[in-house]
């Protein structure tokens, strides 16, 4: 109480911060309740301080709330200033949460018995400040010891060189922590340029590495690596960062675990960003706004379970390897170099881009997956180049040829995209090449750009039956849609053009005005349907008055409605490709079995409680044979009917599983022998698939002899003999006490790796100063197939090089593939699809095999030009094309009647595919042309024809054929039939 008397009697003679260290111990003194109010209100302060010189606050940006938690607890403690080493170990130590850097100086650490430096530790929690003023140069490593390290506005460098063939270690440990880096700066130049200074060696940059693992063999870590980049600068740089990695015997402790990496575009990565060690990793490079920046790097690798996201950023020139997922976002957007082999699945929100300009042949083995049309993706092909993607495609991407800005020049009938479980709307070109009368044609899952367009009409190809009732109890059939019930017997149908494209609910329904594809459906006497016998041919009493109708509210569901007394029994269910007219007879019917494009057979009963609904189950697999290394496998995929009472099978497809290929596992020693004194040892080192457990390489290795013991004592001179002073005969009495043996004892000090292009070293040495070498003999290149495939125009090679030292080992040219043959390019239409044989040869007239290709047909059942599609595989890439021509089918002459001056021909109708008829006569009976002359008929149903204005007395020769008019490009072309045999006719005098 004296304390607060003073001060309220005479303040004047104090000093001003007398007077506030005076009322603080006051007020500590007085109420812990007001202590307590001031750290809460210390700690509010700190934080939103924090907030505002840039560090996140949340989970959702660039580092997590935890870092924040710990950020805030750290400032809310006496911040230590240090200038020193020994004052910023001693801090360290006595985990110190707020530490502040003020000046310039070194921290030399600590170093093992063998030499190696030990890291410096930072305790869990610890926050690290420079004030843009401070620099730490450290001589060894540095070690994370738990999480929420947080160190910013600081300088830190690393001096550790390869001077005088030293090992470098300039590492920073996580340990399996979290680790915060705010606008630090990690660059110094090292000496391979003198203009630099630098510290001697011959690197010209010291770069740290991150570790996500720790120091030595034996390191405890925890269970979660996190490294955060924000804010960096121009010299925020690393040489790699690993964020899982295998131990490596007294440098790391391995880390396999789970990790996060957040990396500001503005930091650089000189080789390589790795996770294909971990259980799970997520890899995120975030830049600004604008979206402008561009993140440096070499090389990501990953495995099957990383994924990889870039936002408001660019990732050019970058190989990938391995990443499962790559999620490219807010503009975000990643090319990779042609060293990439392929992509996995790729997924494209709010404008993100793919840009694949860098590779001509690219494949993406997983799902293409964007945004809706307000939301798209854009993928950036070079102008030459292609895509093939194995996976399921959705969503809505902007394709462009050429730059990521602007699209440059399309080619014209060039094919860019190839996607088997994509459709059409998926892909759509750029305004620019809206403009320029460009269009993006999908057919079958190729996508190809022409320019000046004409579209083919689109035709009906393919009826998919997915669902369609077993039994049907007549009474649960309505006489009208809007009478159907729960019951209602229906079909679940899909309809398919010519290029393999799903008709929508509205465009079946009303695909002729209204007057939809499930209209052309015929319901026929199973016993007449299948029969031959004549009598039955003329039946007329082989239907049942059931039509099928649609609820506009139930998409793909179509219902059987009754027009009449519907009747009991087993009927067959057709649904044909065309509209048809009336139809009699059972003949009738049976003249439109080309237009069936599917049937299923359907019993009506008039006995309630039998009726049966087939409802597909969830596929499952049966007959699975697995796949092995290197054999495949196959399955059948087998749809049931779920009901518990049916279980019939309604569909089956035999499913390839490609070989899975050898997994590499650890190398282990084998048939070991050791070196003895004069005597080599050696042992193998063998690798085995994981999978199989089939060796798949075995190296043997050399250990050098040992050298003969040395038994003089380190550093002595062996004595001068001194002249002989004694009396002959005398002898020099022996020593009391025997000199004892100097033994060696040596340490491994180096190990230099042998290499597939040199052998490499382990240097002994004893604390005598003696040593020895034992040679490591050099490795065995490891052979890695890098495979251009050949495409059309272009010869491919198959290389086989070492994957370490990249010697070629093996190159095998790949002739480019140029033609394709086809064993027929002439049919006459009957109604069903052509596929004439093929064969494709190269640019040397040598024959492909078929496997390495797969053959697709279009437009190849009605009349017209039919393609053969020929798209390349495993050694080669892209698509040759060839087309054929299926025409009409003939007609021949019924009569040919004599008329004054004319005569009258007949021929019998073929409309099916026709458009017309063209009749050629001549007095000439071998017609040459001088002298024929020609009549068109325009209308397929005309059978009759008179010609007028010939010579009486003359005998006249004619003959017809069909044609029909189908569009070729911009044009209306005709397609002919063979012609009739020619008949002859005396005109009348």
């Known amino acids: ?168 270690h300039r590492e920073i440990f996580l340990a399996g922590h979290s680790l915060t880096l705010d606008n630090v700066k990690t660059y110094l130049p090292g000496g391979g340029d003198a203009s630099l200074g630098g510290f001697g060696g011959t690197e010209k940059e010291l770069l740290p590495t991150i570790y996500a693992g720790g120091y030595h063999s034996n390191t405890a870590v925890g269970t979660k690596a996190s490294l955060t980049v924000v804010n960096a600068n121009s010299d925020t740089m690393f040489q790699n960062i690993y964020m899982g990695h295998k131990a490596s015997a007294g440098e790391r402790t391995a880390y396999t675990g789970s990790v996060e990496l957040n990396l500001d575009a503005d930091a650089k990565v000189r080789d390589i960003i790795s996770a294909e060690d971990t259980t799970s990793a997520s890899l995120v490079f975030s830049g600004g706004q604008n979206g402008t920046d561009e993140i440096s790097i070499s090389g990501i690798k990953g495995n099957a379970n990383t994924v990889l996201t870039v936002k408001n950023c660019a990732v050019s020139g970058v190989v990938t390897t391995g990443i499962k ?30 840009d694949l300009t860098k590779i001509i042949d690219a494949q993406v083995k997983g799902n293409f997956t964007s945004g809706g049309s307000a939301a798209k993706g854009k993928l950036v092909l070079d102008q030459n180049g292609y895509v093939q993607i194995n996976g399921q495609v959705s969503g809505v991407t902007q394709f462009q040829v050429g730059s990521h800005a602007i699209s440059g020049n399309l080619l014209n009938e060039h094919t860019y995209i190839i996607a088997e479980n994509g459709t059409a709307g998926n892909f759509v070109l750029s305004d620019k090449d809206i403009n320029n009368n460009y269009s993006l044609v999908c057919k079958n899952g190729i996508w190809t750009a022409y320019r000046n367009y004409v579209p083919e009409k689109r035709e009906l ?64 006497r199973s016993d007449d349907w299948n029969s031959d016998d004549e009598e039955i041919q003329q039946k007329m009493d082989w239907g049942n008055p059931i039509y099928l109708d649609v609820d506009k509210n139930e998409s793909d569901r179509y219902y059987l409605i009754a027009y009449g007394e519907v009747k009991t029994g087993k009927y067959t269910l057709l649904l044909c490709s065309e509209p048809f007219d009336d139809l009699d007879t059972v003949a009738d019917v049976k003249a439109l079995k080309d237009t069936v494009l599917a049937e299923k057979e359907i019993i009506f009963t008039d006995e309630p409680g039998v009726s049966h609904q087939h409802v597909e189950g969830e596929p499952v697999k049966e007959n699975e044979i697995a796949a092995t290394c290197t054999q495949k496998g196959s399955y059948d995929k087998v749809v049931y009917c779920k009901d518990k009472d049916c279980g019939e099978e309604l569909s089956r497809e035999n499913i390839t599983v490609p070989a899975s290929g050898h997994k590499k596992g650890e190398p282990v020693t084998e048939n070991r022998v050791e070196a003895k004194v004069g005597v080599e040892g050696s042992y193998e080192k063998v690798m085995y ?42 002898e020099t009495p022996e020593p009391d006490t025997e000199k004892p043996v100097h033994k060696h004892s040596y340490v491994l000090k180096k190990t230099t790796e042998a290499t597939c292009m040199k052998e490499g070293e382990k240097i002994y040495s004893c604390a005598c100063g003696d040593s020895y070498t034992e040679k490591i003999a050099k490795k065995s290149h490891t052979p890695e197939k890098k495979l251009t495939p050949a495409k059309p125009g272009s010869n491919g090679k198959n290389v086989t090089m070492c994957s370490l030292c990249k010697t070629v080992l093996k190159q095998v040219k790949i002739n480019a593939p140029k033609t394709v043959k086809l064993s027929k390019d002439h049919y006459s239409y009957d109604g069903k699809a052509k596929k004439p044989a093929i064969k494709v040869t190269d640019n040397k007239g040598k024959v492909i095999s078929g496997s390495f290709y797969k053959v697709s047909y279009q437009n190849n059942k009605k009349v017209g030009k039919a393609t053969v599609t020929v798209k390349f595989q495993g050694n080669y890439s892209g698509i040759l094309k060839k087309t054929f021509e299926i025409c009409p089918k003939g007609t021949s002459i019924s009569s040919v009647k004599s008329g004054k001056k004319s005569m009258t021909v007949k021929w019998k109708k073929q409309a099916s595919q026709t458009s017309g008829y063209e009749i050629v006569y001549t007095a000439d009976a071998s017609f040459g042309k001088k002298n024929t002359k020609t009549a068109v008929i325009k209308s397929n149903k005309t059978t009759v024809k008179e010609i007028k204005g010939l010579k009486p007395g003359k005998k006249y020769y004619v003959k017809v054929r069909t044609y029909k008019e189908v569009k070729s490009g911009t044009k209306k072309v005709r397609i002919y039939s063979d012609w009739s045999k020619k008949k002859a006719v005396q005109i009348k005098k």
């Not at 309740?33 to 840039?54: D, S």
């Not at 990779?336 to 793919?354: R, V, Y």
Request: glycine fraction near 10%; charged fraction near 20%; proline fraction near 5%.
């Open 325 to 354: 997922d790559i999620v490219l976002e807010a503009g975000g957007r990643l090319q990779p170099k042609d060293e990439t082999a392929q992509l996995n699945n790729i997924t494209l929100k709010n404008g993100g881009c793919l």
């Open 1 to 168: 109480m004296r304390l607060r008397y003073i001060f309220c009697k005479d303040i004047s003679g104090y000093s001003k911060q007398g007077y506030i260290l005076g009322l603080f111990m006051y007020k500590r003194r007085e109420n812990e309740y007001m202590k307590k109010r001031t750290i809460r209100f210390c700690c509010g302060v700190m934080a939103a301080g924090l907030l505002i010189c840039g560090i996140p606050s949340g989970g959702a940006e660039r580092v997590t709330q935890n870092h924040l938690l710990w950020n805030v607890a750290a400032a809310a403690e006496t911040a230590v200033t240090v200038s020193n080493e020994n004052e910023f170990l001693s801090a360290l130590a006595q985990k110190q949460k707020n530490i502040v850097v003020t000046g310039s100086f070194s921290v030399r650490g600590q170093a093992e018995a063998s030499g190696q430096m030990m890291p410096v530790e930072i305790p869990d929690g610890t926050v690290i400040t420079g004030n843009n003023t401070g620099s730490i140069t450290f001589s060894g490593p540095i070690q994370i010891m738990g999480d929420g390290v947080v160190i910013r506005d600081i300088q830190i460098g690393f001096i550790s060189t390869n001077s005088m063939n030293s090992v470098p």
């Open 461 to 524: 190809e393919s009826i998919e039956i997915k669902s369609c009732p077993k039994n049907v109890y007549t009474g649960n059939i309505p006489a009208d849609i809007t009478d159907k019930t729960d019951d209602a017997p229906y079909l679940d149908v899909i309809w398919k053009d010519q290029y393999g494209e799903d008709y929508t609910f509205d465009e079946v329904a009303n695909e002729y005005d209204g007057y939809g594809f499930y209209n052309h459906m015929i319901l026929i």
């Open 689 to 730: 698939c994981t999978t199989c457990h089939e060796e798949l390489s075995r190296e043997k290795i050399v250990i050098p002899a040992l050298k003969e013991p040395d038994t003089e004592e380190p550093g002595t001179e062996t004595p001068a003999p001194e002249p002989d002073t004694e009396e002959p005969g005398t």
